[in-house]
T-cell receptor
Framework: NAGVTQTPKFQVLKTGQSMTLQCAQDMNHEYMSWYRQDPGMGLRLIHYSVGAGITDQGEVPNGYNVSRSTTEDFPLRLLSAAPSQTSVYFC??????????????FGPGTRLTVL | RKEVEQDPGPFNVPEGATVAFNCTYSNSASQSFFWYRQDCRKEPKLLMSVYSSGNEDGRFTAQLNRASQYISLLIRDSKLSDSATYLCVVITRRMDTGRRALTFGSGTRLQVQP
């Protein structure tokens, strides 16, 4: 099992550019989520999904879109990048979700810099 | 006030020392608690769950104090390989949505020195 994979590992964008961060898991987990991690702030939930076709907003959703067309994939789209979106982004998956959280398995992260 | 607070450290301790971290949470309705470990520039990984009666996993002991609303992690006989950031995670049922939310603390950094 590859677990949770994310691409790219690093990305530099200019303000206003758009891009998609890719996330995939091969554990057949229903629940997937995106977090951003900033110094002193901990991980903050951006968006999550409890299954294919179902997504919902987390704590800091503005400026980001997600979709979940398959169980395996959960891409995160930055619509118009801003310097405030400079962060490390982690994708996570787990068997449980909002009603029954289990161990969260994280991908290796994407380090994004917006100039 | 943050929902989940941790002393950022760093805690610098010699090998073999015993070290303890606390994590306080503000919502008395919080239900489940975990400790995750995050190595430098890596992803977080589950270290252990925290049970009401306290639990141990080798050199690691986790405890919950509901009255004072904190969880603790005790590491005995520290190893160099224990150097990492330790994140506490709290699960709380939201009053507005009825759904459970998972909140991460910002982490406590531990540096074990030879």
């Amino acid at each position: 099992n590859a677990g949770v994979t994310q691409t790219p590992k690093f990305q530099v964008l200019k303000t206003g550019q758009s891009m998609t961060l890719q996330c995939a898991q091969d554990m057949n987990h229903e629940y997937m989520s995106w977090y951003r991690q900033d110094p002193g702030m901990g991980l903050r939930l951006i968006h999550y999904s409890v299954g294919a076709g179902i997504t919902d907003q987390g704590e800091v959703p503005n400026g980001y879109n997600v979709s979940r067309s398959t169980t395996e994939d959960f891409p995160l789209r930055l619509l118009s990048a801003a310097p405030s979106q400079t962060s490390v982004y982690f994708c996570a998956s787990s068997r449980g979700g909002p009603d029954n959280y289990n161990e969260q398995f994280f991908g290796p992260g994407t380090r994004l810099t917006v100039l | 006030r943050k929902e989940v607070e941790q002393d950022p450290g760093p805690f610098n301790v010699p090998e073999g020392a015993t070290v303890a971290f606390n994590c306080t949470y503000s919502n008395s309705a919080s239900q489940s608690f975990f400790w995750y470990r995050q190595d430098c520039r890596k992803e977080p990984k589950l270290l252990m769950s925290v049970y009401s009666s306290g639990n141990e996993d080798g050199r690691f002991t986790a405890q919950l104090n509901r009255a004072s609303q904190y969880i603790s992690l005790l590491i005995r006989d520290s190893k160099l390989s224990d150097s990492a950031t330790y994140l506490c995670v709290v699960i709380t049922r939201r009053m507005d949505t009825g759904r459970r939310a998972l909140t991460f603390g910002s982490g406590t950094r531990l540096q074990v020195q030879p």
